[in-house]
């Protein structure tokens, strides 16, 4: 399975954006961009996901490069319900069962 | 759609006991996905059920490990002979249709073994 790298910890302000990265060198061209995250003391909730192009949703928006071995998580206006742990991960290949292969993630925290 | 429920939310057991946990996905969806979580990791893949036919299980999976979806609805999972080891968040997700489709989990079920 294809591996991905994050950074451990970010730091934003609220109201302010915030891009959190994701390295994934080995992708596959069947390899689909995941993003998930987890807020304390509950389960991880899909945010967003995508194959090649640029993707927007109600949650963030989701920056792919153009030879797709990285991508960013925007958060537009960060809120402190927004600290979480963000999870990149890869989806497709040889997998017949959809299942997630979470990393260890980034803990974003969100000041006041 | 109500989400995905587990029950019990936390389980406190003695170290050689035996414990079962519930999973209720949500209706109709056809796939259902058991993860552990320890502190400080990502959630790790344990299982996985299509209907009521298990496809996959990982290898951290052990024989005292056991689990079922009974009619392809609700799925239970069992831990026998508990360890220390065992205490861990254990998460249940359930996915409907495509195979990459988003997984939708529930709130999980925390373990303590003594």
């Known amino acids: 399975d294809a591996k991905t790298t994050q950074p451990n910890s970010m730091e934003s302000n609220e109201e302010e954006p915030v891009h959190l990265p994701c390295n994934h060198s080995?992708?596959?061209?069947?390899?689909?961009i995941h993003w998930y995250r987890q807020l304390p003391s509950q389960g991880p909730e899909y945010v967003i996901h995508?194959?090649?192009s640029n993707v927007n949703n109600r949650m963030a928006s989701l920056a792919i490069a153009e030879d797709r071995k990285s991508s960013t998580l925007i958060l537009h206006r960060a809120t402190l319900r927004d600290a979480a742990v963000y999870y990149c991960?890869?989806?497709?290949?040889?997998?017949?069962?959809?299942?997630?292969?979470f990393g260890q993630g980034t803990t974003l925290q969100v000041k006041p | 759609d109500t989400g995905v429920s587990q029950d019990p939310r936390h389980k406190i057991t003695k170290r050689g006991q035996n414990v079962t946990f519930r999973c209720d996905p949500i209706s109709e969806h056809n796939r259902l996905y058991w993860y552990r979580q320890t502190l400080g990791q990502g959630p790790e893949f344990l299982t996985y059920f299509q209907n009521e036919a298990q496809l996959e299980k990982s290898r951290l999976l052990s024989d005292r490990f056991s689990a079922e979806r009974p009619k392809g609805s609700f799925s239970t999972l069992e831990i026998q002979r508990t360890e220390q080891g065992d205490s861990a968040m254990y998460l249940c997700?359930?996915?409907?249709?495509?195979?990459?489709?988003?997984?939708?989990f529930g709130p999980g079920t925390r373990l303590l073994v003594l």
């Open positions: 080995t992708i596959s061209g069947t390899d689909y």
């Open positions: 995508g194959l090649t």
């Open positions: 991960i890869l989806r497709g290949g040889s997998s017949n069962t959809g299942k997630l292969i």
């Open positions: 997700a359930s996915s409907p249709g495509r195979i990459f489709g988003t997984q939708y």
